[in-house]
């Protein structure tokens, strides 16, 4: 089993940055990929951004540029640096981690470890 735990959530205006932690603990040794989904009210879950043990990274199209993920050195911890964040943003953001895929993707379904999500909200 592994277990993540999400931190760095909280409210910013628009404009503003935050960065997402996520740390796995248990058997983290069967992880091959880390990655960052949200949900806002109403709406599914989307997918934010991967990365692999390997460094592979995949983002959402819509959020290239503004967010950026990266791990430890470790590989057990990974982050979600989130820039020039819009009203939009606003979502529970949660963390996962999957087993080996050949083709890694931001599929909810990949993935088979859940945090328990962390409140992003963007307003003025």
């Known amino acids: 089993q592994v277990q993540l735990v999400e931190s760095g959530g909280g409210s910013v205006q628009p404009g503003g940055s935050l960065r997402l932690s996520c740390t796995a603990s248990?058997?983290?040794?069967?992880?091959?990929?880390m990655g960052w989904f949200r949900q806002a009210p109403g709406k599914e879950r989307e997918g934010v951004a991967l990365i692999t043990r390997a460094s592979y990274t995949a983002y959402a199209d819509s959020l290239k540029g503004r967010f950026t993920i990266s791990q430890d050195n470790a590989k057990v911890t990974v982050y979600l640096q989130m820039n020039s964040l819009k009203s939009e943003d606003t979502a529970m953001y949660y963390c996962a981690a999957a087993g080996w895929r050949p083709f890694p993707s931001l599929d909810v379904k990949d993935f088979d470890y859940w945090g328990q999500g962390t409140q992003v909200s963007v307003s003025s």
């Open positions: 248990g058997y983290t040794g069967s992880i091959n990929s």
